[in-house]
């Protein structure tokens, strides 16, 4: 069986300008990264009069066993546009510590991926690296500000901002600098970030212009004075700097699946920390270029697609005319109880005791009030009893389903997938949020645990009480919130698998984003800078004497 890496490498590409010229954009329009990557003029998206009708793809709760919600976008985007529909597929980018850790990349898998993969998956155009480096930039600046002086009397126990690095290293979560004498800066407590974790990478997915961007970032709090009193990105002088760093990555990202259809792929914050999804530049830029466009959230629909609803959406003005819930048999049997040794045992038993998770992010789609079909994605080693049991399972919850083999097949295996998403397809559907911008941060925040986890309550440790109140009374009390949790329950315990019920959700600490415009609320063990596992994905990568990458996926 060929590896995704393989089957990518042997893919017959097409010049990069030749997916432009699709898309029916002039040479001036693109800037080439070699032959097969370009980036977008990002004020085309106001420039045309087209609008596209989106659609959401995303999951079931994650297990080891695995959902595929990428490799199924892709091959969505491929059948779609193999039934003639013009589709445009608009995904993140992969952050390197996932890719040299233990999750892999973002490039879809078999049959269904985007490429170049090994270019996706690594250093790709470089957005990652300019966004780390406006982040540490503003880093910089905040300790040399104190150092010269400390003209705005930033407190050094509470500077919030942290350096970033895109790579899993939890050497780094907790460390004190500064060190060495008067002459290398304050002595303090610090720590990183992975950057997809950093509030410059949700600041520059949700910006919809340069104008944007800048006045965004300009409204970075990075610390607090002697009083108590908020200091900024726009206060240090830094946001102009920051922006001009980001000018040539703010271009969405062009290139193409393995069946030769577009593809943009830009800008990939966390699902947890941050909303989960591509940029709205990109997505904009999609629906301007495509009757149809294809987007995926991070994680399970309750995270990344509730984080794309009450808060992309609602910044940007979109709404999804239909949602694709992606579920797998292993994975429901796994949310049932099975062990992982047994999953490719056939078990209608385990199958319905998990199937719980799946009923419950489909009514949580539809109580948004979003048409829903559900993807099959297919592993050889289901049954068609199995996938029987799915069938009827989403025929009591009244949203069709379709088997899906795209992994194996491609566009051509997610023919019966297209048909069932275009049969559901609601131009102009309302998206109706889980709460009003008006209501408190604390009842934002019940209102998610309750409507979307099914939380019996909410409970607030003193700190983040206390940060909450800070926040409302500094003018913050309506933004939307950011709830990170674990994405393996609908629970803050990754132990509670399926649809639990009856349990209480804790708020640890609460954090604010204002520059990107939301409320970030912790919960349970979550962290924002990732470390590696016992044996990481890097130690099987390798490349040969003529630069052929091999080990990667």
Same mark, same amino acid.
């Given at each position: 069986?060929?590896?995704?890496?393989?089957?990518?490498?042997?893919?017959?590409?097409?010049?990069?300008?030749?997916?432009?010229?699709?898309?029916?954009?002039?040479?001036?329009?693109?800037?080439?990264?070699?032959?097969?990557?370009?980036?977008?003029?990002?004020?085309?998206?106001?420039?045309?009069?087209?609008?596209?009708?989106?659609?959401?793809?995303?999951?079931?709760?994650?297990?080891?066993?695995?959902?595929?919600?990428?490799?199924?976008?892709?091959?969505?985007?491929?059948?779609?546009?193999?039934?003639?529909?013009?589709?445009?597929?608009?995904?993140?980018?992969?952050?390197?510590?996932?890719?040299?850790?233990?999750?892999?990349?973002?490039?879809?898998?078999?049959?269904?991926?985007?490429?170049?993969?090994?270019?996706?998956?690594?250093?790709?155009?470089?957005?990652?690296?300019?966004?780390?480096?406006?982040?540490?930039?503003?880093?910089?600046?905040?300790?040399?500000?104190?150092?010269?002086?400390?003209?705005?009397?930033?407190?050094?126990?509470?500077?919030?901002?942290?350096?970033?690095?895109?790579?899993?290293?939890?050497?780094?979560?907790?460390?004190?600098?500064?060190?060495?004498?008067?002459?290398?800066?304050?002595?303090?407590?610090?720590?990183?970030?992975?950057?997809?974790?950093?509030?410059?990478?949700?600041?520059?997915?949700?910006?919809?212009?340069?104008?944007?961007?800048?006045?965004?970032?300009?409204?970075?709090?990075?610390?607090?004075?002697?009083?108590?009193?908020?200091?900024?990105?726009?206060?240090?002088?830094?946001?102009?700097?920051?922006?001009?760093?980001?000018?040539?990555?703010?271009?969405?990202?062009?290139?193409?699946?393995?069946?030769?259809?577009?593809?943009?792929?830009?800008?990939?914050?966390?699902?947890?920390?941050?909303?989960?999804?591509?940029?709205?530049?990109?997505?904009?830029?999609?629906?301007?270029?495509?009757?149809?466009?294809?987007?995926?959230?991070?994680?399970?629909?309750?995270?990344?697609?509730?984080?794309?609803?009450?808060?992309?959406?609602?910044?940007?003005?979109?709404?999804?005319?239909?949602?694709?819930?992606?579920?797998?048999?292993?994975?429901?049997?796994?949310?049932?109880?099975?062990?992982?040794?047994?999953?490719?045992?056939?078990?209608?038993?385990?199958?319905?005791?998990? /199937?719980?998770?799946?009923?419950?992010?489909? @009514?949580? &789609?539809?109580?948004? =009030? $979003? !048409? *829903? %079909?559900? +993807?099959?994605?297919?592993?050889?080693?289901?049954?068609?009893?199995?996938?029987?049991?799915?069938?009827?399972?989403?025929?009591?919850?009244?949203?069709?389903?379709?088997?899906?083999?795209?992994?194996?097949?491609?566009?051509?295996?997610?023919?019966?997938?297209?048909?069932?998403?275009?049969?559901?397809?609601?131009?102009?559907?309302?998206?109706?949020?889980?709460?009003?911008?008006?209501?408190?941060?604390?009842?934002?925040?019940?209102?998610?645990?309750?409507?979307?986890?099914?939380?019996?309550?909410?409970?607030?440790?003193?700190? /983040?009480?206390?940060?909450?109140?800070?926040? @409302?009374? &500094?003018?913050?009390? =309506? $933004? !939307? *919130? %950011?709830? +990170?949790?674990?994405?393996?329950?609908?629970?803050?315990?990754?132990?509670?698998?399926?649809?639990?019920?009856?349990?209480?959700?804790?708020?640890?600490?609460?954090?604010?984003?204002?520059?990107?415009?939301?409320?970030?609320?912790?919960?349970?063990?979550?962290?924002?800078?990732?470390?590696?596992?016992?044996?990481?994905?890097?130690?099987?990568?390798?490349?040969?004497?003529?630069?052929?990458?091999?080990?990667?996926?």
């Amino acid at each position: 069986m060929k590896t995704d890496i393989q089957i990518a490498q042997e893919a017959s590409l097409k010049p990069i300008a030749e997916i432009a010229a699709q898309l029916g954009l002039a040479e001036d329009e693109i800037s080439l990264y070699g032959r097969y990557k370009a980036k977008i003029d990002h004020r085309l998206a106001k420039r045309s009069a087209g609008q596209g009708k989106l659609i959401l793809v995303t999951a079931i709760s994650p297990t080891p066993a695995g959902e595929g919600k990428t490799t199924v976008s892709t091959g969505l985007a491929d059948a779609l546009n193999a039934l003639g529909k013009k589709t445009m597929l608009c995904l993140r980018e992969p952050s390197l510590g996932p890719v040299f850790g233990i999750k892999g990349g973002a490039a879809g898998g078999g049959y269904a991926q985007v490429v170049p993969m090994e270019d996706i998956n690594l250093h790709f155009t470089g957005d990652l690296h300019a966004i780390g480096a406006a982040n540490n930039l503003l880093a910089a600046l905040v300790d040399n500000s104190i150092y010269q002086g400390n003209p705005l009397n930033i407190d050094p126990r509470r500077v919030t901002w942290k350096r970033c690095v895109d790579m899993n290293d939890r050497q780094l979560r907790f460390v004190t600098d500064g060190l060495g004498g008067k002459v290398n800066g304050t002595p303090r407590e610090d720590g990183f970030d992975i950057t997809v974790a950093s509030e410059v990478m949700a600041i520059f997915c949700l910006a919809t212009d340069l104008a944007d961007l800048k006045a965004r970032l300009s409204r970075i709090v990075v610390a607090y004075t002697y009083a108590g009193e908020p200091v900024t990105a726009g206060q240090l002088g830094a946001a102009g700097a920051m922006t001009a760093l980001l000018k040539d990555a703010f271009d969405p990202n062009l290139v193409q699946t393995l069946e030769n259809n577009p593809a943009i792929i830009h800008g990939g914050p966390f699902a947890n920390i941050a909303h989960g999804c591509n940029s709205v530049m990109a997505t904009k830029l999609s629906l301007s270029l495509a009757d149809y466009v294809v987007t995926e959230a991070g994680f399970g629909a309750d995270l990344g697609a509730e984080k794309f609803l009450d808060i992309k959406c609602r910044k940007a003005g979109l709404s999804p005319s239909a949602v694709v819930v992606v579920a797998t048999v292993r994975a429901l049997k796994h949310h049932g109880g099975c062990p992982k040794d047994q999953l490719g045992v056939p078990s209608v038993e385990y199958l319905k005791e998990g /199937a719980g998770n799946l009923r419950r992010h489909v @009514e949580n &789609m539809q109580n948004y =009030g $979003l !048409p *829903v %079909c559900v +993807a099959i994605n297919a592993f050889p080693t289901d049954t068609p009893e199995e996938h029987e049991c799915l069938r009827e399972i989403c025929a009591d919850l009244g949203v069709p389903c379709a088997l899906t083999e795209v992994f194996a097949k491609g566009g051509q295996g997610g023919l019966a997938l297209a048909r069932a998403v275009l049969s559901v397809l609601q131009p102009g559907a309302q998206v109706n949020f889980a709460y009003p911008d008006d209501a408190p941060l604390k009842a934002k925040v019940e209102a998610v645990c309750k409507k979307v986890y099914r939380a019996a309550g909410v409970t607030f440790s003193a700190p /983040a009480q206390k940060a909450l109140a800070e926040i @409302e009374a &500094m003018g913050y009390g =309506g $933004l !939307p *919130v %950011c709830i +990170a949790k674990t994405q393996y329950s609908f629970s803050d315990d990754p132990k509670l698998l399926a649809a639990p019920e009856g349990f209480t959700m804790t708020v640890r600490d609460v954090r604010l984003s204002a520059g990107a415009g939301f409320v970030v609320v912790i919960m349970g063990s979550i962290m924002t800078m990732p470390g590696l596992p016992k044996k990481p994905a890097a130690e099987s990568i390798d490349v040969d004497e003529t630069g052929r990458i091999t080990g990667l996926f």
